[in-house]
């Protein structure tokens, strides 16, 4: 079955807002912490944020003061705020365990034009 399902993602235009959203498996989400990743174009994916199941987060240098991660462990579901979108904000979002990865999904695209 698929276990993580991202959505949320679109084109905006930079300063603009997205919120993306995790939908998880209960087998991925309890007990874990949860990260947002980010594939921009031409690279490897990489950590955007995290936060524990109690709610304590972390952020990238880059996106922290512009991202909100958050979770709601009742609906095993994780999202990301992001706010005053740049362009190199730009690519696909995953979303997974931090440091028990499971199968990746799909993504969401996003893009931020200049």
């Known amino acids: 079955q698929v276990q993580l399902v991202e959505s949320g993602g679109g084109l905006v235009q930079a300063g603009g807002s997205l919120r993306l959203s995790c939908a998880a498996s209960a087998t991925i989400f309890r007990s874990n912490t949860m990260a947002w990743y980010q594939q921009a174009p031409g690279k490897q994916r990489e950590l955007v944020a995290t936060i524990t199941p109690g709610g304590d987060t972390n952020y990238a240098p880059s996106v922290k003061d512009r991202f909100t991660i958050s979770r709601d462990n009742t609906e095993n579901t994780l999202y990301l705020q992001m706010n005053s979108l740049k362009p190199e904000d730009t690519g696909v979002y995953y979303c997974?365990?931090?440091?028990?990865?499971?199968?990746w999904g799909q993504g969401t695209q996003v893009t931020v034009s200049s």
């Open positions: 997974n365990a931090r440091y028990r990865l499971r199968s």
